[in-house]
């Protein structure tokens, strides 16, 4: 089955620490593959698509497709991007996301 | 724009109960998906409509679950005769075309006694 992978359910950093959030995916096709960031008691929102190779609040994102990987990065965490962090890919289809169960960032400070 | 809308934000129903939430899109956007989440896990498709058609219902439960987006009004998910394992959060998102960013709802959290 396709799946969107995101092996830790939560990340402990402290500030100024460089974040990389793991997201992998398994699919034989093309994927379109996004970020969606959800800050506390706020809706989820998209932070990046793979197609506009944007760096948006200091993220960056990168496709690999040998590794079928979309990891997230940013070098230095900030505490307001405290959030859960949900991978998710368009397989198929793109309107039918497919969402990994979610990464929660924890930037102390 | 007010974004997507949701209502009611809560739910709570015995089991056997009816459940009905809706989700109003964005001003413009005639696509509408529904997701569940279940504690712990990610968001799972459950459907997409257009304006009066189910377009992809593929996620949907066979039984006791429906959706509508009619002409006019917002956009309905009906799960009859709840039982315990309906408990989830359930998002709607929009988006303007098929292949647009989706624009989520800020969830509605059904709680089934």
């Known amino acids: 089955a396709q799946r969107v992978t995101q092996p830790e359910k939560l990340l402990s950093v402290f500030k100024g620490a460089p974040v990389e959030l793991k997201c992998n995916y398994s699919?034989?096709?093309?994927?379109?593959l996004f970020w969606y960031v959800q800050y506390s008691r706020q809706r989820l929102q998209l932070l990046l698509r793979?197609?506009s190779r944007e760096s948006i609040k200091g993220f960056t994102a990168d496709l690999n497709k040998g590794e079928t990987s979309f990891h997230l990065k940013k070098p230095f965490a900030q505490e307001e991007d405290s959030a859960m962090y949900y991978c998710?890919?368009?397989?198929?289809?793109?309107?039918?996301?497919?969402f990994g169960s979610g990464t929660r960032l924890l930037v102390r400070p | 724009n007010a974004g997507v809308m949701q209502n009611p934000r809560h739910l709570v129903r015995r089991r056997g109960q009816e459940a009905r939430l809706r989700c109003s899109p964005m001003?413009?956007?005639?696509?509408v998906y529904w997701y569940r989440q279940l504690p712990e896990e990610g968001l799972k498709f459950m459907v997409y409509?257009?304006?009066?058609?189910?377009?992809?219902e593929s996620g949907m439960p066979k039984e006791r679950f429906s959706a509508e987006f009619p002409k006019e009004g917002p956009s309905i998910l009906r799960i009859q005769q709840v039982v315990r394992g309906d408990s989830a959060a359930y998002f709607c998102?929009?988006?303007?075309?098929?292949?647009?960013?989706?624009?989520f709802g800020p969830g509605t959290r059904l709680t089934v006694l």
């Open positions: 998710a890919s368009g397989m198929d289809s793109s309107y039918k996301l497919i």
């Open positions: 699919y034989s096709g093309s994927p379109e």
């Open positions: 793979h197609i």
């Open positions: 001003k413009g956007h005639s696509h």
């Open positions: 409509l257009q304006k009066e058609n189910i377009i992809d």
């Open positions: 998102a929009s988006s303007p075309l098929s292949v647009n960013e989706q624009f």
